[in-house]
């Protein structure tokens, strides 16, 4: 996902992540660093990642409406409903 929003931003005359460091800066997801995840822990994680990144998608998506860039827009509405998806397939995956 990130290389061709990073070419459409760099496109338009933006600028991108630009090492490990910077990215670590930015990283809105946390790490688990943890020995042992049960599965119904990591499902649960997994799925509330998504859940987080569906919205900053639709943040992202709201940017480029404001700057008519419908290309980029058009790119994050396939991985939105991509996420989106994933959410479901998590829940109905981690459910009892």
């Known amino acids: 996902m990130t290389d061709p929003l990073a070419e459409r931003v760099r496109k338009v005359g933006g600028t991108t992540l630009r090492s490990i460091g910077h990215i670590a800066r930015q990283q809105?997801?946390?790490d688990?660093?943890?020995v042992y995840v049960t599965p119904e822990d990591m499902l649960a994680e997994l799925r509330e990642d998504n859940a987080a990144l569906a919205?900053?998608?639709r943040e992202a998506h709201a940017v480029?409406?404001?700057?008519?860039?419908?290309?980029?827009?058009?790119?994050i509405e396939n991985w939105l409903d991509e996420t989106e998806r994933r959410c479901w397939f998590l829940f109905e995956a981690g459910r009892r």
């Open 64 to 75: 480029c409406e404001e700057h008519r860039d419908i290309a980029a827009a058009s790119l």
């Open 55 to 57: 919205g900053r998608l």
């Open 32 to 34: 688990n660093d943890a």
């Open 28 to 30: 809105r997801i946390k």
